[in-house]
């Protein structure tokens, strides 16, 4: 009752509509996995050492599906492009820098891979990254 309100992800609405409109042609989907007992942590069921890089061919658009295994939220970034949330909202989808995976639960995105290079795709929760929540994105 203080005249504040908050957004849920559904709710957020971009001011203007995205850039790039073209449909995604392929899609990643990652699966969200860690132990808290054993403290490891990863995408598919694999650390970072386990891994081999995400690979993007340049302005590529795709399709990122995150599927949360975990009891935990994991707030995922990745560098150097934004992550257009596909909640609904058509057009006016909103661009974020981290996308917040709630316990149990499934969202996708969509990435324009505009920025070559190698780029750092992980956890933001420290631990997690630390423990294997952690991928590189190679834009080529």
Same mark, same amino acid.
């Given at each position: 009752?203080?005249?504040?309100? $908050?957004?849920?992800?559904?709710?957020?609405?971009?001011?203007?509509?995205?850039?790039?409109?073209?449909?995604?042609?392929?899609?990643?989907?990652?699966?969200?996995?860690?132990?808290?007992?054993?403290?490891?942590?990863? =995408?598919?069921?694999?650390?970072?050492?386990?891994?081999?890089?995400?690979?993007?061919?340049?302005?590529?658009? $795709?399709? =990122?599906?995150?599927?949360?295994?975990?009891?935990?939220?994991?707030?995922?970034?990745?560098?150097?492009?934004?992550?257009?949330?596909?909640?609904?909202?058509?057009?006016?989808?909103?661009?974020?820098?981290?996308?917040?995976?709630?316990?149990?639960?499934?969202?996708?995105?969509? $990435?324009?891979?505009?920025?070559?290079?190698?780029?750092?795709?992980?956890?933001?929760?420290?631990?997690?990254?630390?423990?294997?929540? =952690?991928?590189?994105?190679? $834009?080529?």
């Amino acid at each position: 009752h203080n005249g504040r309100r $908050v957004l849920s992800y559904k709710q957020l609405r971009a001011t203007r509509p995205g850039t790039d409109p073209r449909p995604p042609t392929r899609e990643i989907i990652l699966h969200l996995t860690g132990n808290m007992e054993r403290y490891i942590w990863g =995408f598919n069921g694999r650390k970072f050492s386990e891994s081999g890089p995400i690979r993007l061919k340049k302005n590529e658009r $795709v399709r =990122f599906t995150l599927i949360n295994d975990t009891m935990m939220e994991h707030p995922i970034h990745l560098h150097g492009m934004w992550s257009e949330l596909e909640n609904g909202q058509g057009a006016y989808q909103p661009y974020k820098h981290t996308i917040i995976a709630q316990p149990g639960s499934k969202l996708s995105y969509l $990435v324009t891979a505009d920025a070559p290079g190698m780029w750092a795709y992980h956890c933001h929760l420290m631990l997690h990254m630390d423990q294997g929540m =952690f991928r590189t994105v190679i $834009v080529a």
